[in-house]
């Protein structure tokens, strides 16, 4: 579908149609550049719908940067990269406050992270320091320079990178600044058929990647995505999920005692319910279902956990003990007792 073809149904309100064929297209002009990575591609898309900030591990070369950047693209969002670097000082990304000589007066010079879609490379490349400069703007969607606020684009979403290989010269991330990431992703090698295709693309033409997309339908979206139906039986699960990481012992994982020293905080249950509305959003439902929270939590969860040093011995990681928690706590199998017609 062409962006006319799609700005002239979509004067009005977006229906349910409308919006399945402007997250086809946005997805399908993404596609043309970026090979494969299916499950981070939607992980992106509900980060957005979200109003959610991701954190995103994976080795060099795996179309990190490429994804966020072509879909600035294609939603005609402004687009801003910042490489992490030990010298940076937080002015490097909020702004400052500049003397002008000839006028005798202050201006406000702001910084890289007022953009729609921001990609923080490499992250863990900057002291704490300059990685905690970020906390107010991922949280307020604004910055504050000599004592006035001043807000970002919207919408606004926050990528970040790491590196998993390389630990000389990283700086691990402060724990509230870690816990404002709605998500972590892991992306993973590409399939040897995937990888021939990523060649074949990078020698030969470059693909042409249209805008079939504003910044203001993006908003509508967001804002639809909000009136999705998420059953109180969820939500409850999702608080029993998170409950389960501070207190194992109180929901039968008992083998789980002393492997976590800090759990989740209650964004992450906020995380959940949001992620999984959207997420049910971009499978064409208005209400989220037990499968659509289920397959978010290991993202939501992975990098709030803590893990004791008894788990570190072991070997566990956080995706083994959010596996173990899901198994113990399986979701509810009655939802949408009042709202049987939106099932139907």
Known sequence: MSAQAFDSRSASAPDGEHIAALMESIL???????VGQDHFLERV?????????????????????????????????????????????????????????????????????????????????????????????????????????????????????????????TYPLPEAQVD?????????????????????????????????????????????CRRGYVDPSLIRYAARLVNATRFPKAHGLDDLEGMLTFGASPRATINMIEGARALAFLRGRTYALPQDLVDLVPDVLRHRLVLSYEALAEGLSADALIAKVLKKLPPPDKVLQSHGALAA
């Open 28 to 34: 399908y002009e993404v596609k043309k550049v970026v």
């Open 180 to 224: 404002r990431f709605m998500m972590k992703v892991l992306v993973d090698y590409p399939t040897e058929d995937q990888e021939f295709v990523i060649v074949e693309r990078v020698i030969g033409e470059p693909a042409s990647v249209a805008s079939v997309a504003s910044t203001e339908q993006l908003a509508q979206l967001q804002q639809q």
């Open 45 to 169: 898309m509900v980060a957005l719908l979200a109003q959610g900030h991701l954190l995103v591990e994976g080795v060099p070369g795996l179309a990190k940067t490429l994804t966020i950047k072509t879909l600035a693209q294609v939603v005609r969002g402004s687009f801003k990269r910042i490489q992490f670097t030990p010298d940076l000082v937080p002015a490097d990304l909020i702004g400052t406050r500049m003397y002008n000589q000839k006028s005798g007066e202050f201006s406000t010079s702001l910084g890289p992270v007022f953009a729609n879609l921001l990609l923080a490379d490499e992250i863990n490349r900057a002291p704490a320091k300059v990685q905690s400069a970020l906390l107010e703007v991922m949280q307020e969607r604004q910055v504050t320079i000599a004592g006035e606020s001043h807000m970002v684009p919207r919408p606004f979403v926050v990528m970040a990178t790491q590196n998993p290989i390389e630990t000389e010269g």
